[in-house]
């Protein structure tokens, strides 16, 4: 077994699809992403002789607290051999070192179960402080049925939501063209500070990058002239992800008919699931994404999850950071 750089978009993307298709942060174009925003990232592969048996690209960040290495959504290696976990673990403390790195983080895309939290525990890795975050728990729906046979499943008041705004004649519009991006950008804003998130950086960067590739769309729904709710929706092998939502207060529930939209959009494109992206856990009354939760399961389908993210502490200085990170994830309700 050996590790060396990957510089096949092809083989890559082969492997990513075979083996974690939702894994998006491990996707290329996601890569490509990272490097649009000037981030350093670099791909390597686990080899078994001249058979790929693993990828991983890892983001250097330097933040205000410090440097770490970031795996988002990976490693992705095929079994849980100890002994290549072994060998990619310990090449990655040799590169966190080399990039002067306090810790690493990661959250390979397999379950969440005690076998794969010992295995993950067993090199010394221990679960992050920070949420749920990279839709480690999300919702999903399978959308190889018909178009009839989804609406019948979904919550009767999602599917008289969609009716109602076809019938107070809601229009839908999709486009690749980078320029409408600041519709979606004032919609944003006014969400963020409605709902009391902090905004996600690099939307921008990530839609040009998808849509030059034709991996991405933006939705708008439009009422009497005036655009009300809006969705950026990544496309992946045989996944959509809705992966940016925003929307103002309406009488008419236009978001509805967006992602109804973009479902039947995902069908025309041959996709086979729709991601909802990340939701609250059951149960959550006071947690942040328990509305937008209620939103997106109306649609039908079923919770999937992931193993939490988990870090590895290189040295003293990754403890600052974990009470920080555990600071803000008790202000802010996760």
Partial sequence: ????????????????????????????????????????????????????????QVVTVRARRGTYLHVRHGPIIIGTNPEDWELFITFLQNFAKNQGASFIRMNPPFEDTQTNRTL????????????????????????????????????????????????????????????????????????????GFVPHQGIREEFDVFAKVHRALLFTGVHEGKTVAAAIVLFMGNVAIYHHGASVTSRIGVSYLVQWEAIREAKRRGMRVYNFWGIAPPGAQGHPWHGITLFKSGFGGREARTIHAHDLPLSPRYWVTRSVEWWERKRRGY
């Fill in 1 to 56: 077994m050996r590790i060396d750089i990957v510089s096949d978009r092809d083989a890559w993307e082969r492997f990513r699809e075979t083996h974690a298709p939702g894994a998006l942060f491990q996707s290329w174009t996601w890569g490509d992403v990272i490097r649009h925003q000037s981030l350093p990232l670099t791909r390597f592969g686990l080899y078994d002789e001249s058979r790929l048996a693993g990828i991983f």
């Fill in 120 to 195: 993950l525990c067993s090199f010394g890795m221990r679960p992050a402080a920070v949420h749920e975050v990279d839709a480690e728990r999300c919702w999903v729906l399978d959308i190889t049925p018909s178009e009839n046979s989804l609406l019948s499943g979904m919550r009767k008041t999602t599917r008289y939501e969609i009716k109602r705004a076809i019938k107070e004649g809601v229009i839908v519009e999709k486009s690749e063209d980078p320029k409408g991006l600041q519709t979606f950008f004032d919609l944003y804003k006014q969400t963020a500070t409605r709902q």
